[in-house]
């Protein structure tokens, strides 16, 4: 079974088409903004364009346009294409950058979040989160994250300011898609925010 992965909830966007176990193709690309321009045409260049029978898409905690971009393009390719479209959670796989070439280790995951806070989540050594995903300011997620590797893309900052550990600056990248749990997939394909929205409706 051939499996597409898309990433869009960061600076980062990410594809990757797997076959059982297999990478056929992939594509990484860091570029802030235009994941709505660029993601279709990183399909398409995949091996038959990207065609799977099961689809898998980050929901997020992560940029709110960047994630409903990624959702919306799955949905449409698994109405399409008449495939099974999954979501999972985005700091779960860049937990996974800790266990990458065989290792099992817990690890924090710091990103950038909205408004200056960070998303911050923490993960066993299986990948799977030790609690939910939460904002906080930098300070706040000093003080409680105390996992000795930490991963992502404030990683580096987070150690510094606590002055132990060892940061894995990381992205979400769908190549490493195959070392999430299981467990984690969902068919719920709602969006996974870190904070409350700023908007308010009206009473």
């Given at each position: 079974?051939?499996?597409?992965?898309?990433?869009?909830?960061t600076?980062?966007?990410?594809?990757?088409?797997?076959?059982?176990?297999?990478?056929?193709?992939?594509?990484?690309?860091?570029f802030?903004?235009?994941?709505?321009?660029?993601?279709?045409?990183?399909?398409?260049?995949?091996?038959?364009?990207g065609r799977?029978e099961?689809?898998?898409?980050?929901?997020?905690?992560?940029?709110?346009?960047?994630?409903?971009?990624?959702?919306?393009a799955?949905?449409?390719?698994?109405?399409?294409?008449?495939?099974?479209?999954?979501?999972?959670?985005?700091?779960?796989?860049?937990?996974?950058?800790?266990?990458?070439?065989g290792?099992?280790?817990?690890?924090?995951?710091?990103?950038?979040?909205?408004?200056?806070e960070?998303?911050?989540?923490s993960?066993?050594?299986?990948?799977?989160?030790?609690?939910?995903?939460?904002?906080?300011?930098?300070?706040?997620?000093?003080?409680?994250?105390?996992?000795?590797?930490?991963?992502?893309?404030?990683?580096?900052?987070?150690i510094?300011?606590?002055?132990?550990?060892?940061?894995?600056?990381?992205?979400?990248?769908?190549?490493?898609?195959?070392?999430?749990?299981?467990?984690?997939?969902?068919?719920?394909?709602?969006?996974?925010?870190?904070?409350?929205?700023?908007?308010?409706?009206?009473?």
């Amino acid at each position: 079974m051939r499996t597409l992965v898309i990433e869009t909830a960061t600076e980062a966007c990410s594809i990757a088409l797997f076959e059982d176990d297999a990478l056929l193709g992939s594509d990484h690309r860091v570029f802030g903004r235009g994941h709505a321009e660029h993601l279709v045409p990183m399909i398409s260049d995949l091996p038959g364009k990207g065609r799977a029978e099961r689809i898998c898409v980050s929901l997020g905690p992560g940029s709110f346009t960047g994630s409903r971009i990624g959702i919306a393009a799955a949905r449409s390719l698994g109405i399409a294409w008449r495939s099974e479209v999954f979501g999972f959670p985005t700091l779960a796989l860049v937990a996974a950058n800790a266990r990458t070439e065989g290792k099992r280790q817990a690890v924090a995951v710091a990103m950038n979040g909205g408004h200056g806070e960070w998303f911050v989540q923490s993960f066993d050594e299986s990948g799977l989160p030790r609690a939910a995903h939460c904002s906080r300011t930098s300070d706040d997620a000093v003080a409680v994250m105390a996992d000795e590797l930490v991963a992502g893309t404030k990683a580096s900052a987070l150690i510094e300011a606590r002055g132990y550990g060892t940061a894995l600056e990381a992205h979400p990248d769908a190549r490493l898609f195959d070392l999430l749990p299981p467990s984690l997939l969902t068919e719920n394909l709602a969006p996974l925010y870190g904070r409350a929205p700023d908007a308010k409706v009206p009473a």
